[in-house]
Each structure stands twice: as structure tokens, then as C-alpha cells.
T-cell receptor, first 115, second 113 residues
Framework: AQSVTQLDSHVSVSEGTPVLLRCNYS??????LFWYVQHPNKGLQLLLK????ATLVKGINGFEAEFKKSETSFHLTKPSAHMSDAAEYFC?????????????WGAGTKLIIKP | DVKVTQSSRYLVKRTGEKVFLECVQD?????MFWYRQDPGLGLRLIYF???????EKGDIPEGYSVSREKKERFSLILESASTNQTSMYLC????????????FGEGSRLTVL
């Protein structure tokens, strides 16, 4: 069975410093993996996705994530945090072999940016 | 720009009332979803629909029903609202299951007193 674990419920960084949001997954097959972002009072938006092409995936707003099969991880990073990055981030796994179509959502990580 | 519109951003209802949450998408997507979002639990799928008049149960369908009479509209119905259904409800649509890219509305925050 698939599962996804976001290792931190909250992450606090200073503006201009690197961001690391951690995600581990469990999947029987080669999964598709996604990061979504939810800004306050806004709808969820796709940040980036991995679908078995390049293991380093670049997304919007300077974020990127690396798929590491050996570590079953898909951590989200950004070199330099900006105040506008303050939001909740969700890691999501999808099993392409699942005929029932299920996206499994992590519990979310709130990113706090300190001035 | 793609658009998923949820008709009500905030609702307050009483226990036992019938509640309708409406969602409309303008992207001609075949697949539409209703999720519930609660702090610390991520998103949980209530129902999804892959075609007009077709629906499938998600992880937590109990206490909910859905209606999809037209391609662009997907409604979530709480037949008799209960306090444990106080939550944020999110509607989404996608053209392609495999890409996993869902387009979301801004959410409907329901409070049941």
C-alpha cells in the first residue's frame, strides 16, 4: 500500500536562507510524486511533479525536488527563502498502476519565513 | 486561465440541515473530485467522478453524496449535517489521471453548529 510521510509539520527559516521540506514515501511500484502549495486563503497549486523522467525536478518559484529511490524520498528545496514562500506544502504520491486512481496526500508542512 | 469555482467560501449550518456545495470548472475536464481538508490530516478524498452521472467513492464517503448532471458541475451533498463534518471542502478537476495535476478551487469552509 502506498503512503507518504512529511517529516515536519512546521519548518521555520529566515528570509534568504535555504529551505528543506522532507517527504518520504512508500509505494509498491514506480510512483509519480508531486508537491503542491497552498497559500493562505488560496487554492492548492501544483509546484512540481516527478513522473519517472529526470530525478531532479524543477518547479515554479525556484523550488526543486530530487527523487531518490534508494532512500524513498522526495524532498523539496529552495536555495533562498522569500517571504512570499510562506505557505503550506503537501507531498503527494500516485501509483500509476492503481486502477482506482488514488492520490495519497501527506499531512502537510507549514513553512514559516522569519524576516 | 483555468478556473475551478466553488460557490460558497464560508457556510454556517445547523446539525441536521441539508447542505449543498457547488463546484464548477471551465476547462472541460472529465474528472472531478471532492476532498476534505483537516489540520494534520492532509486531504482525504470523499468522492470523484470520471464522467457525467458517474461517481466513485473515495476514502471517506460516509455521510456524503454527490451529483454530476453536467460535465462542468460537481455537487457535494450532506444529507444531514453533523458537527464532525465541520471542515474545509476542496473541489478539483483534471483532464488526465496519469499526470496527477489537479486544479483546485479556493475551498468552502463549512461550520456545523
Amino acid at each position: 500500500a502506498q503512503s507518504v510521510t512529511q517529516l515536519d509539520s512546521h519548518v521555520s527559516v529566515s528570509e534568504g536562507t535555504p529551505v528543506l521540506l522532507r517527504c518520504n514515501y512508500s509505494s509498491s511500484y514506480s510512483p509519480s510524486l508531486f508537491w503542491y502549495v497552498q497559500h493562505p486563503n488560496k487554492g492548492l497549486q501544483l509546484l512540481l511533479k516527478y513522473t519517472s523522467a529526470a530525478t531532479l525536478v524543477k518547479g515554479i518559484n525556484g523550488f526543486e525536488a530530487e527523487f531518490k529511490k534508494s532512500e524513498t524520498s522526495f524532498h523539496l528545496t529552495k536555495p533562498s527563502a522569500h517571504m512570499s514562500d510562506a505557505a503550506e506544502y503537501f507531498c503527494v504520491v500516485s501509483d500509476p498502476m492503481d486502477s482506482n486512481y488514488q492520490l495519497i496526500w501527506g499531512a502537510g508542512t507549514k513553512l514559516i519565513i522569519k524576516p | 486561465d483555468v478556473k475551478v469555482t466553488q460557490s460558497s467560501r464560508y457556510l454556517v449550518k445547523r446539525t441536521g440541515e441539508k447542505v449543498f456545495l457547488e463546484c464548477v470548472q471551465d476547462m472541460d475536464h472529465e474528472n472531478m473530485f471532492w476532498y476534505r481538508q483537516d489540520p494534520g490530516l492532509g486531504l482525504r478524498l470523499i468522492y470523484f467522478s470520471y464522467d457525467v452521472k458517474m461517481k466513485e467513492k473515495g476514502d471517506i464517503p460516509e455521510g456524503y453524496s454527490v451529483s454530476r448532471e453536467k460535465k462542468e458541475r460537481f455537487s457535494l451533498i450532506l444529507e444531514s449535517a453533523s458537527t464532525n463534518q465541520t471542515s474545509m471542502y476542496l473541489c478539483a478537476s483534471t483532464e488526465d489521471f496519469d499526470t496527477g495535476e489537479l486544479f483546485f478551487g479556493e475551498g468552502s469552509r463549512l461550520t456545523v453548529l
